[in-house]
């Protein structure tokens, strides 16, 4: 069964240009998670959407961010127009919630961002 | 004061030693906790989750605190193959999110 999907792994991009990263979650998962990880700051929680609609969007770092989710099969973040700062790996993640105690996050591979 | 604190570490130790982690919590409406792993460059991976009552898989044993809130996490007969950073997770299932400590990285030596 495949995992998440992240596209393109790895993204060197100008200051200024916009930039678009993609992902595809797990078949049948209902919780679909962006976050970003530097050094300086670890694992942050930019957006989350539950069956497509974005639930909580409180660490979007700035209206340069934005995220959408026209299905449950695709999800995007859209940087624009983008920074030094922004340099980071973005991490997508998908979970289901079910009546368990339980709702493990299952991650993707990244997508490695560059901006000089 | 951040939703989960971890010693980032390193915790450099010799193939075969245990080594513990530990991991606070600020908010007790958590309610799931969880152990992930990360190897360099690559993304969180989840290693276990941990039940009030504690549970074990392996040479991994998980615990929980509530009264203290504090989570650990112990790690028997050490290979080298566990170096990697461990971050701790809580989950408070009404908000759904997901708090993510900042990583303890451990390096196993032979």
């Known amino acids: 069964d495949a995992g998440v999907i992240q596209s393109p792994r790895h993204e060197v991009t100008e200051m200024g240009q916009e930039v678009t990263l993609r992902c595809k979650p797990i078949?049948?998962?209902?919780?679909l998670f962006w976050y970003r990880q530097t050094m300086m700051r670890g694992l942050e929680l930019l957006i989350y959407f539950n069956n497509n609609v974005p639930i909580d969007d409180s660490g979007m770092p700035e209206d340069r961010f934005s995220a959408k989710m026209p299905n449950a099969s695709f999800s995007t973040l859209k940087i624009q127009p983008s920074e030094p700062r922004d340099s980071a790996v973005y991490f997508c993640?998908?979970?289901?919630?079910?009546?368990?105690?339980?709702?493990?996050?299952?991650f993707g591979p990244g997508t490695r961002l560059t901006v000089t | 004061r951040k939703e989960v604190e971890q010693d980032p570490g390193p915790f450099n130790v010799p193939e075969g030693a245990t080594v513990a982690f530990n991991c606070t919590y600020s908010?007790?409406?958590?309610?799931?906790f969880f152990w992930y792993r990360q190897d360099c460059r690559k993304e969180p991976k989840l290693l276990m989750s941990?039940?009030?009552s504690g549970n074990e898989d392996g040479r991994f044993t998980a615990q929980l605190n509530r009264a203290s809130q504090y989570i650990s996490l112990l790690i028997r007969d050490s290979k080298l193959s566990d170096s990697a950073t461990y971050l701790c997770v809580v989950n408070r299932h009404n908000f759904n999110k997901f708090y993510f400590g900042s990583g303890t990285k451990l390096n196993v030596k032979p």
């Open positions: 078949s049948g998962h209902d919780y």
């Open positions: 908010n007790s409406a958590s309610q799931s």
């Open positions: 993640a998908s979970s289901l919630r079910t009546s368990g105690r339980s709702y493990e996050q299952y």
């Open positions: 941990v039940y009030s």
